[in-house]
């Protein structure tokens, strides 16, 4: 009977939808090398990837959409290689425009002071741009890096001169304050770590690896990982 019932409850498959979705974009210069082509073709289709994905996700209903995209670690990288993402990026010269189009308010998620000043402007705008945005949040990984996260608030209640924390205090000092946290993380290209991603954020996410690189995500890996996500039985602690 014990085992019959224990069956029954892990077949149990809820209709909710995460309302925080965070992706780890990963594998573009994988996917660009299975194709014998330069990494940095991997980049440029793994930014078409991104348009997809947030359709999706907001066709299902999910408010918070992150999406980690450069790491402060990944500015150790060829200087080549970084410029060109940042390139990407200044090319976007429509992001506050197509972002509003879909309702969709801009976060940045990262230090906005280790970027070019031109970028960092752009970012700045397009927070400014789509403020009135409703429908969805994409909170925009970008010169990311958890540990720095943390650090940075502490220093900052320390300047605030804050002498007790609690979490909801600390939770203001985070790049995601005001948001919730997510509910699904999901990794691209089969790797199964958090390369620095929201460490804090992350304590009671379900995980999801998907066996694809991040261009290689659509519509049907969205709903795959939201499928995925229903037969998981959070349970925070409590029995
Ligand atoms: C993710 O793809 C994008 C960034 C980290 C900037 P990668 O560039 O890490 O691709 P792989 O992991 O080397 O395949
Ligand atoms: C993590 O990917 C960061 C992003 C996807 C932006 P990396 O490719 O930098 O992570 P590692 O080096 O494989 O852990
Ligand atoms: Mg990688």
Redesign the pocket.
């Known amino acids: 009977m014990a085992w019959f019932k224990r069956k029954k409850a892990k077949e149990q498959v809820s209709d909710i939808v995460p309302k925080h979705i965070a992706f780890?974009?990963?594998g573009n210069g994988r996917w660009a090398n299975e194709r014998g082509l330069p990494r940095f073709e991997g980049h440029k289709a793994g930014k078409e990837t991104i348009k997809k994905v947030l359709d999706r996700c907001l066709e299902r209903g999910v408010q918070t959409v992150s999406l980690?995209?450069?790491?402060t670690?990944?500015f150790n990288r060829p200087k080549e290689e970084v410029e060109y993402i940042f390139n990407l990026l200044r090319a976007k010269k429509d992001l506050s425009d197509s972002l509003i189009k879909r309702d969709c308010k801009f976060r940045l998620m990262g230090d906005a002071s280790m970027l070019p000043s031109d970028i960092a402007e752009q970012i700045q705008k397009t927070i400014q741009d789509t403020a009135d945005c409703k429908k969805c949040v994409l909170n925009f990984?970008f010169a990311y890096g958890s540990r720095h996260e943390i650090i940075s608030a502490v220093n900052n209640l320390i300047k605030d001169g804050v002498k007790v924390v609690d979490e909801s205090t600390f939770e203001k000092y985070l790049y995601t304050a005001g948001l919730p946290d997510p509910d699904l993380i999901v990794r691209a290209s089969g790797?199964q770590?958090l390369?620095n991603?929201m460490l804090y954020q992350a304590a009671y996410s379900e995980f999801y690896f998907p066996d694809k690189f991040w261009p290689d995500f659509d519509a049907k890996v969205v709903d795959e990982c939201i499928e995925a996500y229903q037969k998981r039985k959070r349970r925070f602690g409590k029995i």
């Open positions: 780890i974009a990963d980690y995209c450069f790491s670690e990944n990984g790797e770590r390369s991603f």
